[in-house]
C-alpha cells in the first residue's frame, strides 16, 4: 500500500496534556507531511520532513522520522482546546507527483 | 495573498446528473491536484494538472475528468454520478506538486 496508517485512530487527552500520533508506512519516501483538519473542511499544512531528516520543530509541533522502521510521530505539546481536529500524515513518493493520506487520528482536547 | 479558493461550497445533485466543481490556486502556483474525501477517511487523489494537461491519475474512472486553464485555475468534472460519488471534493495547489496548499473544498452531495 502507498498510504500511511496513524496511530491511533481516536485520542482523547485533556487541556495541556502532551498528544502524540503515528504514521506507518511501507513504501519509500521522498518526504512525508502532516495535515490538520477542523469539522471535515480543508486541510492545513503542518509540517514537511523530508527522508534526509530525523527531526523536526515548529511551534509547538515536533515531528520525527525514522526511514529504517518506515514510521513517523507528530507530538504536539501543551494542547489547547482549539487543538482538536483530524490529524494526517500523508506520504510524497519519488517521482509520484501527489500525496498519500492515512486514515487519520481523531484529536479531542477536553478543555 | 489569496489562497486556494473553490466553488461551489456545497452542491446537491441527483443520480446520473453531471457536476462541476472549480479551482483556484494561490498566487504563484502552477500546479493544480484533486482529492476526494469521503467521510471518515483520507483524502484520495484523483489527478493532477500541469501546464494545462493531465500530469497524473489515480484510481478513478474516466467519468471523472479535469481541465486547467491558462490562468492555472481548474476545474473537475464529473459525469453520470452514483451516490458513491458524494463526498468532499478538495483542491491543492502547489509549485511543482512539493509542498500542498488545500481549498476549503466542495461537499457533494448525490441523493
Known amino acids: 500500500s502507498q498510504q500511511g496508517e496513524e496511530d491511533p485512530q481516536a485520542l482523547s487527552i485533556q487541556e495541556g496534556e502532551n498528544a502524540t500520533m503515528n504514521c506507518s508506512y511501507k513504501t519509500s519516501i521522498n518526504n512525508l507531511q502532516w495535515y490538520r483538519q477542523n469539522s471535515g473542511r480543508g486541510l492545513v499544512h503542518l509540517i514537511l520532513i523530508r527522508s534526509n531528516e530525523r527531526e523536526k520543530h515548529s511551534g509547538r509541533l515536533r515531528v520525527t522520522l525514522d526511514t529504517s522502521k518506515k514510521s513517523s510521530s507528530l507530538l504536539i505539546t501543551a494542547s489547547r482546546a482549539a487543538d482538536t481536529a483530524s490529524y494526517f500524515c500523508a506520504l510524497y513518493q519519488t517521482g509520484a507527483n501527489n500525496l498519500f493520506f492515512g486514515t487519520g487520528t481523531r484529536l479531542t482536547v477536553i478543555p | 495573498d489569496a489562497g486556494v479558493t473553490q466553488s461551489p461550497t456545497h452542491l446537491i445533485k441527483t443520480r446520473g446528473q453531471q457536476v462541476t466543481l472549480r479551482c483556484s490556486p494561490k498566487s504563484g502556483h502552477d500546479t493544480v491536484s484533486w482529492y476526494q474525501q469521503a467521510l471518515g477517511q483520507g483524502p484520495q487523489f484523483i489527478f493532477q494538472?500541469?501546464?494545462?494537461?493531465?500530469?497524473q491519475r489515480g484510481n478513478f474512472p474516466d467519468r471523472f475528468s479535469g481541465h486547467q486553464f491558462p490562468n492555472y485555475s481548474s476545474e473537475l468534472n464529473v459525469n453520470a454520478l452514483l451516490l458513491g460519488d458524494s463526498a468532499l471534493y478538495l483542491c491543492?495547489?502547489?509549485?511543482?506538486?512539493?509542498?500542498?496548499?488545500f481549498g476549503p473544498g466542495t461537499r457533494l452531495t448525490v441523493t
Open positions: 491543492a495547489s502547489s509549485w511543482r506538486a512539493y509542498e500542498q496548499y
Open positions: 494538472y500541469y501546464e494545462e494537461e493531465e500530469r
